[in-house]
């Protein structure tokens, strides 16, 4: 399926949607929204990585920031962090520069890496967009944890961008139809800080609610 540009949802919205599928609703669909220490502090960071205007180049890298990247095939569209372009006779040409170049994406996080995939699939679902969008393939890129200053390697696996996919249709599905899923409990729901707005011990979720939209995507394809 090949979504046009005014259905495209928020890239950086499947990192919610992996984490709670309530809380990515609530936020995208809903439009609803609450700061509280960890989005301060991890919106300061993006702005910094964010900032078109500092550059790095060395002879056999350079570095480009806030790139607009989007996917048709995902129906995603946003802006990256960093992507480092390092030279390789295998990478893709651009008329400004000598030689060819392969990109590397760099997301930055404010905290440590994390036990789940959260920030993986948000990279690799990066990687698919900026692949459609240079007409290129990266095989690998990068997460940087600001907290522990450590920057990890992330292999671009086909089960990652299965999964990817399969949570895009499902965003899709529910924005289409304006469903916000509904509530699960969590340990972790206290330091959401959309806790007071979800209440998650108010609803549960349908036990068969993912065969249905399994099979209402199936059935759309």
């Not at 220490?37 to 964010?50: N, R, S, W």
């Not at 890298?61 to 390789?88: C, N, P, Q, T």
């Not at 969008?133 to 086909?158: P, Q």
């Amino acid at each position: 399926m090949e979504y046009i540009e005014d259905e495209y949802l928020m890239l950086s919205g499947i990192q919610h949607y992996y984490f709670c599928e309530r809380q990515w609703g609530l936020i995208h669909i809903d439009q609803q929204w609450a700061e509280n220490t960890y989005t301060v502090e991890g919106q300061q960071l993006h702005t910094k990585a964010d900032n078109p205007t500092v550059k790095e180049k060395r002879k056999d890298m350079f570095i480009s920031r806030a790139i607009r990247v989007s996917s048709g095939s995902l129906g995603l569209s946003g802006i990256l962090d960093v992507v480092e372009f390092y030279k390789d006779e295998k990478g893709i040409s651009f008329q400004s520069k000598r030689g060819k170049w392969q990109p590397y994406i760099v997301e930055y996080k404010r905290g440590k890496p994390k036990k789940d995939e959260r920030d993986i699939v948000q990279l690799v679902a990066e990687v698919m967009c900026l692949e459609e969008t240079l007409a290129c393939h990266i095989s690998s890129s990068y997460l940087f944890y600001h907290s522990v200053n450590k920057k990890i390697r992330v292999e671009i696996t086909d089960r990652l961008r299965d999964l990817v996919s399969d949570f895009c249709a499902k965003m899709h599905f529910y924005y289409q139809h304006k469903k916000v899923p509904n509530a699960e409990y969590f340990k972790n729901c206290r330091l959401c800080s959309l806790y007071d707005i979800c209440m998650p011990r108010m609803s549960k979720k349908p036990k068969n609610i993912d065969n249905y939209i399994e099979n209402a995507i199936h059935n759309e394809r």
